[in-house]
């Protein structure tokens, strides 16, 4: 999954920069096509668009960015996972999401696709630290507290993916489960 989200990046920027240039604002008409909001965050530190959540598509983010959509509907592990999630998030100057966890069987994947201040964003996940870096992918089992924040000045865009664990056998999503 994080050498697919790696090697998918510069597609997704390209398109996620077409949204954010548009003169139309069509980050905030998507973002009104779903109001749904989960408040992890300082109030304004992040905005959301959904790409798909459990199955449902979001039509109109798939006009925008017809190959993300066709990218991620490549994946077994997404697509025939019943606790499938993608969106993008971005992430305001002085964001901070308290910690808070997910429920299993998943992983989640984070993927900066647009971060202008490389070292001034990054997550907890339980003990370990790590920054966001433009186009790489984080890994990890989100069942573990984890947390995020912002220290730059620049907002952040990052897609978050909610896939099968591989050993999730309630599900046909086409991965092994390691030894």
């Given at each position: 999954m994080g050498r697919f989200l790696e090697e998918s990046c510069p597609v997704f920027k390209a398109e996620l920069e077409a949204i954010l240039n548009d003169p139309r604002d069509l980050w905030g008409m998507l973002?009104?096509?779903?109001?749904?909001?989960e408040h992890l965050g300082t109030p304004g530190g992040w905005d959301t668009v959904r790409i798909v959540r459990y199955h449902h598509w979001y039509d109109l983010f798939c006009e925008m960015a017809p190959q993300?959509?066709?990218?991620?509907k490549s994946r077994a592990e997404i697509n025939k996972?019943?606790?499938m999630n993608?969106?993008?998030v971005k992430l305001h100057p002085g964001a901070h999401l308290k910690p808070h966890y997910g429920n299993g069987p998943r992983l989640s994947?984070?993927?900066s696709v647009i971060a202008p201040e490389p070292t001034k964003a990054g997550m907890s996940v339980g003990a370990d630290k790590v920054l966001?870096?433009?186009?790489?992918?984080?890994i990890f089992d989100d069942t573990y507290p984890?947390?995020?924040s912002h220290w730059g000045e620049k907002?952040?865009?990052v897609m978050l993916v909610w896939f099968c664990h591989p050993c999730d056998e309630n599900n046909e999503h086409g991965q092994s489960c390691p030894a």
């Amino acid at each position: 999954m994080g050498r697919f989200l790696e090697e998918s990046c510069p597609v997704f920027k390209a398109e996620l920069e077409a949204i954010l240039n548009d003169p139309r604002d069509l980050w905030g008409m998507l973002m009104k096509a779903d109001p749904s909001r989960e408040h992890l965050g300082t109030p304004g530190g992040w905005d959301t668009v959904r790409i798909v959540r459990y199955h449902h598509w979001y039509d109109l983010f798939c006009e925008m960015a017809p190959q993300t959509c066709a990218l991620v509907k490549s994946r077994a592990e997404i697509n025939k996972c019943s606790f499938m999630n993608v969106n993008y998030v971005k992430l305001h100057p002085g964001a901070h999401l308290k910690p808070h966890y997910g429920n299993g069987p998943r992983l989640s994947a984070h993927l900066s696709v647009i971060a202008p201040e490389p070292t001034k964003a990054g997550m907890s996940v339980g003990a370990d630290k790590v920054l966001w870096v433009e186009g790489k992918a984080i890994i990890f089992d989100d069942t573990y507290p984890h947390m995020v924040s912002h220290w730059g000045e620049k907002p952040r865009y990052v897609m978050l993916v909610w896939f099968c664990h591989p050993c999730d056998e309630n599900n046909e999503h086409g991965q092994s489960c390691p030894a």
